[in-house]
């Protein structure tokens, strides 16, 4: 619920929007129809695809991951943790943050300090609690790091 206003108001804000969602019937033009590009296919391999002539995102690249699942976040998080994104978001509880970071760890030897890029949990701490109101607190938060980059 919160990929619709975030794409919508990132759009607003004159970023390239692409949506990716492994479900057709979640990544379709009707929900997104002001996106730049709208993916329905697997995580890892439509990442893959995206990037430019396979090399890696580049640092004009924010990432947010707003995933139903933790395993889908490990996914994605594998694929584009050592690129130089400026900004890779992941949505979540407190538990399920920890839980993909433990997992991470655990399975793949990812060191806890590569994981400290990862904004999580997402946005800026205003009391948001409809979709809307998350969006624009993550929106926030890409714009301040944007912003503030040196």
Known sequence: HIAEPLAAIARLCDFTVTVLDDRAEYANRRRFPT???VIAGPF??????????????????????????HQYDVECLLEVLDDPLAYIGMIGSKRRIRAVYELLERERGIPRAKLQRVHAPIGLPIGARTPAEIA????????????MRG
Do not use: H, S
């Open 35 to 37: 996106a730049d590009q």
């Open 44 to 69: 890892a391999a439509e990442l893959r695809r995206l990037r430019p002539q396979n090399g890696p995102f580049d640092p004009q690249t924010y990432l947010v991951l707003v995933t139903r699942g």
């Open 136 to 147: 624009v607190c993550i929106m926030g938060e890409i714009i301040q790091v944007k912003n």
